[in-house]
């Protein structure tokens, strides 16, 4: 089976190629990696070089020299392109802040740039893959994920799939707060679970083990919902009176004061910060030129990248640091996989995807990208039903799809109209006027 990973140059792409090398199904016997920036290729294939060497038969890498000789024979497609690098970040972050919003890479009005940008070649490569690779399975990694799905599905339907690692790394937090091996979660006959939302924008609403519902055991226990990630972030006054565990993200929209204050407040922004440390990186293993020292130099810029992850909302929520088991990076390799996986073997796996509604939340459009539990066999991915949404859940999310449909109709069609009411609707955005300008800002470089 033939991979193609588009953004082949990527600082987490040895992430994906690890997990491949460490599967034992063996099932891609051949990764095509593409890349618009040759030298971080070269450097990426230096690590990958690295991470295979004393292993029996590794997973045979080629450089692709262009977008169509990456696709052709492709079986699956990931893609996880930065368009703009993170110079484009900074940008989207920067430009909020200056009008007092909040700026970050896929919420507010920061997502919503990288969306405007971004979607136009999303769709580019769309119609690529439908020319070129008709059969093949396009996973889509490239944020803001829910958006680009979106728009790569008016071309692709239903065999592209969106993947974020954040819904299933809250699954197995929680699972691990209550005592439980968090691998148990991978089996559909003791483990059940309802999540649903958008991407960035979602809620844990059910857990249950062997047919006992455990969630309101977990929220009703302070010691354990201090034990990880999201229960430091929101509290657990906040996390009972929602009933819920929520995506990390919905902190922007809890908390936007206190965020927006850590964050104004800070000498850099995550771009910033990521723009000076990737930059740095590629610059020191493009001079190493050997696969060992470029992968020294990986190991210890990926764990700098991990123990900073979301630090502003860290901050905001008290300052703490995070937990040595979230620090291995990774996730989002794992469940790409696993969906590989489901779709070849047929097998019926159970994972929280980004794929078209169908009738999984009635109140949505039946081709809008929701985030939910889905059953992936060989025919894809299925949403399954799921209970009622609170009203407060849907409100927010009928607003934020409601901006997502803007930010794809803008980009597809070239509607500044659409573009500001994308940017004016979000709710992290507190004025029209705002949103004017900042879309006059990015749109002028200024």
Not at 49 to 66: C, I, N, S
Not at 355 to 360: D, H, L, M, S
Request: charged share 25%; hydrophobic share 45%.
């Amino acid at each position: 089976m033939r991979l193609t990973i588009l953004g082949g140059g990527g600082f987490r792409v040895p992430l994906v190629y690890r997990a491949l090398l460490d599967d034992p199904a063996r099932s891609v016997s051949e990764v095509t990696l593409y890349d618009t920036d040759p030298r971080r290729l070269r450097v990426i294939a230096d690590v990958l070089a690295r991470l295979a060497q004393g292993r029996h038969r590794p997973v045979r890498v080629r450089l692709a020299e262009g977008l169509d000789d990456a696709l052709t024979g492709a079986d699956f497609v990931f893609s996880a392109i930065r368009v703009g690098g993170t110079a484009g970040r900074i940008g989207d972050e920067r430009i909020p802040l200056s009008e007092g919003v909040l700026g970050q890479e896929t919420v507010g009005a920061g997502g919503v740039l990288y969306g405007l940008r971004t979607i136009p070649v999303a769709l580019h490569i769309a119609e690529r893959v439908a020319a070129l690779a008709p059969r093949a399975w396009v996973i889509n990694f490239t944020n803001p994920a829910g958006m680009v799905t979106e728009a790569m599905a008016q071309v692709l339907g239903d065999r592209v799939i969106g993947i974020c690692d954040s819904p299933v790394g809250l699954v197995r937090r929680a699972a691990r707060a209550l005592g439980t091996d968090p691998a148990a979660f991978e089996d559909a006959g003791r483990v059940a679970y309802d999540y649903v939302g958008l991407n960035h924008l979602g809620w844990l609403r059910s857990l249950t083990i062997d047919g006992t519902e455990v969630l309101p055991r977990l929220l009703a226990d302070d010691a354990a919902l201090g034990s990880f990630e999201e229960g430091r972030l929101f509290g657990a006054d906040w996390l009972r009176t929602l009933g819920a565990l929520p995506n990390e993200y919905l902190h922007y929209y809890y908390f936007r004061r206190e965020t927006l204050h850590s964050i104004r407040d800070t000498s850099q922004t995550r771009g910033e910060f990521l723009d000076r440390q990737q930059g740095g990186f590629f610059e020191r293993a493009s001079a190493a030129g050997a696969p060992d020292a470029a992968y020294a130099l990986w190991e210890r810029t990926r764990l700098e990248r991990e123990e900073t992850y979301m630090a502003h909302s860290r901050e905001a929520s008290g300052g703490w640091q995070r937990d040595a088991h979230d620090l291995e990076g990774g996730g989002y390799d794992r469940v790409a996989l696993a969906l590989m996986h489901a779709i070849v073997g047929d097998s019926g796996t159970r994972l929280i995807l980004n794929v078209r509604n169908g009738t999984t939340v009635p109140q949505l459009a039946p081709d809008a990208i929701v985030e939910t539990v889905c059953e992936v066999t060989s025919k894809g991915a299925r949403p399954l039903p799921c209970a009622p949404l609170r009203e407060d859940q849907l409100g927010l999310m009928l607003q934020v799809k409601a901006v997502e449909k803007a930010a794809v109709e803008a980009a597809t069609f070239k509607d500044r109209g659409a573009a500001l009411r994308a940017l004016a609707l979000h709710p992290l955005v507190d004025s029209p006027a705002v949103a004017a300008r900042i879309l006059e800002r990015a749109a002028t470089g200024a």
